[in-house]
């Protein structure tokens, strides 16, 4: 498990290069509420197909008056939306965890239960043993079910099943800064408690772009969440090239969290394409609600000189593939390749850096999304079974 670092996530003094007047941080927190309105494309996944609101928010808003402030309704307001590919750019050090980045349980809300469907390999949790199918029963002493409304009562918004599995998942990743208690429950309703360390203190030597290994009749490319590094198309490069002509591929995106760009995502489907080929679709909701007029346009993947392998690979997906790895994986469904695997982290769309008024901080909001080459939302794609044949492959 290799843990990407994400730039300014931790706070420090906001630092305003040749500013003249003082910032007002109270239009800033109005501004923000703005942009998301106008920029987030995803506005109708919320409850009403409105920003939520309540008078929590609406005070604290208010009482904005100074970077502190200001960053810490930020948090709140981007949580409001129930989605883990929006955060803040800065955090403080004992803001929540970010997901799918930092966490290493997978939590679904079904039937009023809060299920774990997958564990992250080689992390806190699968050293503890905790296993899919078991049940998250309290965190921090607190009886799970009531974790999760005081998650939202914090903000005073209802919990609808989105939000419910949203803050399950947040509180099982935890504070940055802490350890994580958490009461497990196996199928008999026999409790375990553990005690989790912080993704953030992982200390793991760093590793290489990307790792190959044969097993059986195959030979696997396993991405060490290293779609962001362009070290990695090199090193991409590097492996097609010693690549025996006649071995079955397989290319493993089960660790690939953090996303990346999709530079370095078409440098890799373009090994496997003799000529243009359509691989996403994206829509920019911004340009219609400001104008009625719609954009969409479609994203190609382009053959690469003196690179090219007929054969495609199988592709390997999970909870732990997200954002661009999703990109890969319906790029190469488009091209005719097998993606197999569980569901993917279900990163709603394509997100920007976006100014939070007149202030250095940001926020990263999805502002575009992102659909497969018949139209089908990203997030929504699923996987065919892993099989038998792939379930051991790694590397």
């Not at 003082?22 to 942009?35: C, E």
């Not at 905790?130 to 939202?152: E, L, M, Y």
């Not at 346009?297 to 495609?312: F, T």
């Amino acid at each position: 498990m290799k843990l990407k670092a994400l730039p300014s996530i931790i706070f420090a003094p906001l630092l305003l290069a040749g500013a003249t007047e003082p910032v007002d941080y109270n239009a800033a927190a109005a501004d923000l509420d703005q942009t998301i309105e106008r920029q987030y494309a995803y506005l109708d996944k919320l409850p009403d197909g409105t920003l939520p609101q309540s008078d929590v928010l609406t005070r604290e808003r208010e009482a904005v008056h100074d970077e502190r402030t200001l960053l810490r309704y930020a948090e709140h307001r981007i949580a409001s939306l129930a989605d883990h590919h929006a955060i803040t750019g800065s955090s403080f050090a004992d803001s929540w965890a970010v997901v799918p980045t930092y966490a290493d349980l997978w939590v679904v809300f079904e039937d009023g239960r809060y299920v774990i469907d997958a564990v992250r390999p080689d992390s806190p949790a699968s050293q503890a043993g905790i296993q899919s199918g078991q049940q998250i029963a309290a965190i921090d002493g607190v009886p799970v079910a009531r974790a999760v409304a005081g998650f939202w009562s914090a903000m005073d918004l209802e919990i609808t099943p989105q939000r419910a599995g949203y803050a399950a998942r947040v509180l099982v990743a935890g504070r940055r800064d802490r350890e994580r208690r958490i009461v497990i429950a196996d199928s008999s309703g026999t409790e375990r408690p553990v005690v989790l360390s912080s993704l953030y203190a992982a200390t793991d030597d760093p590793e290489p772009p990307l790792s190959v290994c044969a097993a059986n009749d195959v030979t696997i490319v396993r991405f060490n969440n290293a779609l962001g590094d362009r070290e990695t198309i090199a090193a991409f490069d590097a492996a097609m090239g010693s690549l025996n002509p006649d071995t079955n591929l397989v290319l493993d995106l089960r660790d690939t969290p953090s996303g990346g760009n999709t530079t370095i995502a078409r440098a890799i489907m373009g090994w496997f394409v003799d000529r243009p080929r359509d691989y996403q679709i994206h829509n920019r909701p911004v340009e219609e609600r400001e104008t009625g007029v719609a954009r969409q346009w479609i994203e190609q993947v382009l053959p690469r000189s003196d690179k090219y392998r007929s054969e495609l690979p199988t592709i390997l997906v999970g909870r732990w593939t997200g954002s661009m790895g999703e990109g890969l994986a319906i790029g190469f469904a488009a091209l005719g390749a097998d993606v197999r695997g569980s569901m993917m982290a279900g990163l709603n769309g394509s997100v920007e850096d976006l100014p939070i008024g007149n202030t250095d901080l940001t926020i990263k909001l999805p502002t575009e999304r992102l659909m497969t080459t018949e139209g089908k939302p990203r997030e929504d794609f699923v996987p065919a079974p892993i099989g038998d044949r792939l379930a051991n492959a790694t590397c």
